[in-house]
């Protein structure tokens, strides 16, 4: 039976301010494709805002990733119409679009916003390999232009942040009507996973290994905790709010709209280990509250027909930050529960893969941005491959 899977989805962001403004700007994003189908759709985004947005068209074409070849383009419609109106904190899907889609095509699709627009709301990568946006300023959705428009001048936050990112605005997902038995695959979690080192590692390998039988969708938020809600710290902008609500919270609502993942990957307590110190809050949670926090969201997945792996925290001290050694001893503690754990199908232990030999509250050198807290592409691959041997091993059944 044909089913709608996504071959990409983001989670959109809540900045709680106008994060970027478009006038006159094409957006161009080119999304992996790894599924097989003859329709696809997209979900466009305007959560979190209290005004209607206008997109004057939308285009989708394909590119053969062997071949080169690029299909013609062909308009997208939203019940009926080129002209896409969003309503108000609104996130539809389009009317479908007939492609005959392989899984060597990826997706490309361009945005043009000829009015002023400003969104609260986007979708944001590291990485930038399992996808990638440029902007243009001008009508290009009928051209391949050269050149881009400056991030600054269209999201001042996003190109002032230390970590190199991508960002995607009015769009959060592409999917594709399948007849295949296609693996849905989505990784939950915080900055290490949103940033997509880890997750784009893997994604990679297992679109390698299994073409048109596997989708990996991303379901991370930076700065998220599974217990708690976003702290509110004075002066910082949106006061928080693009940490999001609770990972308990927001689980069902970030992985399951649209479609069931079949396996879930959860990676989440670092912030709940560090925020609650760093931001003076009154209560800081115990190791326990932190694990309890994540046994339901693993009662969650496993309501929804999911199996379920848990990963432990990669360390992050010896940077001499007062907040490491107290967090340190909560990381230690939630880590000792879930190896405990008999809830999930598997431990993945993070933990003992990027530790250092001679200092296990150190990740090893070479493996971290420079802030021993996030995994780089040396640590991403490293990650993903110990993934790949616990779930998906070569001499096992396959996917």
Same mark, same amino acid.
């Given at each position: 039976?044909?089913?709608?899977?996504?071959?990409?989805?983001?989670?959109?962001?809540?900045?709680?301010?106008?994060?970027?403004?478009?006038?006159?700007?094409?957006?161009?994003?080119?999304?992996?494709?790894?599924?097989?189908?003859?329709?696809?759709?997209?979900?466009?985004?305007?959560?979190?805002?209290?005004?209607?947005?206008?997109?004057?068209?939308?285009?989708?074409?394909?590119?053969?990733?062997?071949?080169?070849?690029?299909?013609?383009?062909?308009?997208?419609?939203?019940?009926?119409?080129?002209?896409?109106?969003?309503?108000?904190?609104?996130?539809?899907?389009?009317?479908?679009?007939?492609?005959?889609?392989?899984?060597?095509?990826?997706?490309?699709?361009?945005?043009?916003?000829?009015?002023?627009?400003?969104?609260?709301?986007?979708?944001?990568?590291?990485?930038?390999?399992?996808?990638?946006?440029?902007?243009?300023?001008?009508? &290009?959705?009928?051209? =391949?232009?050269?050149?881009?428009?400056?991030?600054?001048?269209?999201?001042?936050?996003?190109?002032?942040?230390?970590?190199?990112?991508?960002?995607?605005?009015?769009?959060?997902?592409?999917?594709?009507?399948?007849?295949?038995?296609?693996?849905?695959?989505?990784? &939950?979690?915080?900055?290490?996973?949103?940033?997509?080192?880890?997750?784009?590692?893997?994604?990679?390998?297992?679109?390698?290994?299994?073409?048109?039988?596997?989708?990996?969708?991303?379901?991370?938020?930076?700065?998220?905790?599974?217990?708690?809600?976003?702290?509110?710290?004075?002066?910082?902008?949106?006061?928080?709010?693009?940490?999001?609500?609770?990972?308990?919270?927001?689980?069902?609502?970030?992985?399951?709209?649209?479609?069931?993942?079949?396996?879930?990957?959860?990676?989440?307590?670092?912030?709940?280990?560090?925020?609650?110190?760093?931001?003076?809050?009154?209560?800081?949670?115990?190791?326990?509250?932190?694990?309890?926090?994540?046994?339901?969201?693993?009662?969650?997945?496993?309501?929804?027909?999911?199996?379920?792996?848990?990963?432990?925290?990669?360390?992050?001290?010896?940077?001499?930050? &007062?907040?490491?050694?107290?967090?340190?001893?909560?990381?230690?503690?939630?880590?000792?529960?879930?190896?405990? =754990?008999?809830?999930?199908?598997?431990?993945? =232990?993070?933990?003992?893969?990027?530790?250092?030999?001679? =200092?296990?509250?150190?990740?090893?050198?070479?493996?971290?941005?420079?802030?021993?807290?996030?995994?780089?592409?040396?640590?991403?691959?490293?990650?993903?491959?110990?993934?790949?041997?616990?779930?998906?091993?070569?001499?096992?059944?396959?996917?």
């Amino acid at each position: 039976m044909s089913k709608w899977i996504p071959a990409w989805r983001s989670v959109p962001i809540d900045y709680n301010y106008e994060v970027a403004t478009f006038e006159n700007i094409t957006q161009n994003c080119l999304m992996i494709n790894n599924l097989r189908g003859e329709q696809m759709r997209i979900r466009f985004n305007n959560l979190y805002s209290n005004s209607p947005i206008a997109i004057d068209y939308v285009t989708v074409s394909l590119s053969n990733r062997v071949t080169g070849r690029r299909s013609t383009r062909q308009t997208v419609t939203l019940d009926g119409e080129e002209t896409i109106w969003l309503c108000a904190n609104s996130q539809p899907y389009s009317d479908p679009v007939p492609m005959e889609i392989t899984p060597e095509d990826d997706i490309l699709v361009s945005m043009y916003f000829r009015r002023k627009t400003a969104f609260r709301s986007v979708c944001v990568t590291s990485a930038a390999l399992s996808w990638q946006s440029t902007h243009l300023t001008g009508d &290009f959705h009928e051209t =391949d232009a050269l050149g881009y428009t400056f991030k600054s001048q269209l999201a001042p936050t996003l190109a002032s942040d230390p970590y190199p990112n991508q960002f995607a605005a009015g769009i959060c997902e592409v999917a594709v009507l399948t007849d295949d038995d296609v693996r849905l695959i989505a990784m &939950f979690g915080d900055s290490i996973t949103h940033m997509s080192y880890f997750s784009d590692s893997l994604l990679t390998e297992l679109y390698r290994r299994f073409p048109g039988k596997c989708s990996v969708i991303n379901g991370g938020i930076s700065g998220n905790r599974i217990q708690k809600s976003h702290p509110c710290p004075q002066g910082f902008p949106g006061e928080g709010h693009q940490f999001g609500i609770a990972g308990k919270n927001r689980f069902l609502r970030d992985l399951y709209d649209g479609a069931s993942p079949d396996v879930v990957l959860i990676l989440e307590g670092v912030n709940d280990c560090i925020h609650s110190i760093v931001f003076g809050e009154p209560e800081i949670p115990t190791a326990q509250d932190i694990y309890e926090a994540l046994a339901e969201v693993i009662g969650q997945a496993h309501g929804q027909g999911s199996k379920v792996w848990v990963c432990t925290i990669p360390p992050f001290g010896g940077f001499g930050e &007062f907040w490491r050694p107290q967090a340190e001893v909560l990381r230690c503690r939630y880590n000792e529960l879930i190896r405990s =754990d008999s809830l999930a199908e598997g431990i993945v =232990d993070l933990d003992a893969v990027l530790r250092d030999a001679d =200092d296990s509250h150190r990740m090893q050198a070479g493996m971290h941005l420079g802030d021993g807290v996030h995994p780089n592409w040396h640590g991403g691959v490293k990650m993903a491959r110990v993934v790949l041997e616990k779930l998906f091993p070569l001499d096992g059944p396959g996917i």
